[in-house]
T-cell receptor, first 113, second 113 residues
Framework: DGGITQSPKYLFRKEGQNVTLSCEQN?????MYWYRQDPGQGLRLIYY???????QKGDIAEGYSVSREKKESFPLTVTSAQKNPTAFYLC????????????FGDGTRLSIL | QKEVEQNSGPLSVPEGAIASLNCTYS??????FFWYRQYSGKSPELIMF????GDKEDGRFTAQLNKASQYVSLLIRDSQPSDSATYLC?????????????FGTGTRLKVLA
């Protein structure tokens, strides 16, 4: 089935550790996005990529890094510089065309040990 | 002024009633409008989209768009307890060469059995 797969579902980070969240899609979508959602809050854009080998910072990029080496994959690294990483992380993708909606994966819940 | 505004709620309606959720946006050039449903602890799920002024119906859901007044609504007829969730409005615009996909912070709906 076509869709967006995020892994792992739950992730724990130790102090000073970098962790990487995986996002893979088989929808042949060009654009991919990472959002952060804190409890009871809306979605905040971390990074987005419109095409392979290109990505742009969103509203809260500090402490995060991404890569886009393949169309299907857009991993997010939460670095030790991100002092408050506990949140629900959502990956989304969008097809070509201005009117296309974003579709979401199931999310990764990150907590600090 | 926020780019996309929603009343955070909670909006409480009795089972079987019509729930009316509203969203206003600031960019007059906005072109596409989406409604997502997000259950607690889950990722957002696309339920409706609308591009043209007027109403669009899909089962128990009706999206209404009024570009002159810059608002988009979602009506849920015959509300069920399973409709209890947070509803996110998203708006796209293409301004000054930049494409934006902006989410509201969501309205929490509670359907009382």
């Amino acid at each position: 089935d076509g869709g967006i797969t995020q892994s792992p579902k739950y992730l724990f980070r130790k102090e000073g550790q970098n962790v990487t969240l995986s996002c893979e899609q088989n929808l042949n979508h060009d654009a991919m996005y990472w959002y952060r959602q804190d409890p009871g809050q809306g979605l905040r854009l971390i990074y987005y990529s419109q095409i392979v080998n290109d990505f742009q910072k969103g509203d809260i990029a500090e402490g995060y890094s991404v890569s886009r080496e393949k169309k299907e994959s857009f991993p997010l690294t939460v670095t030790s510089a991100q002092k408050n990483p506990t949140a629900f992380y959502l990956c989304a993708s969008k097809g070509q065309g201005f009117n296309q909606p974003q579709h979401f994966g199931d999310g990764t819940r990150l907590s600090i040990l | 002024q926020k780019e996309v505004e929603q009343n955070s709620g909670p909006l409480s309606v009795p089972e079987g009633a019509i729930a009316s959720l509203n969203c206003t946006y600031s960019d007059r050039g906005s072109q596409s409008f989406f409604w997502y449903r997000q259950y607690s602890g889950k990722s957002p799920e696309l339920i409706m989209f609308i591009y043209s002024n007027g109403d669009k119906e899909d089962g128990r859901f009706t999206a209404q768009l009024n570009k002159a007044s810059q608002y988009v609504s979602l009506l849920i007829r015959d509300s069920q307890p399973s409709d209890s969730a947070t509803y996110l409005c998203a708006v796209t615009s293409f301004t000054s060469g930049t494409y934006k996909y902006i989410f509201g912070t969501g309205t929490r709906l509670k359907v009382l059995a």
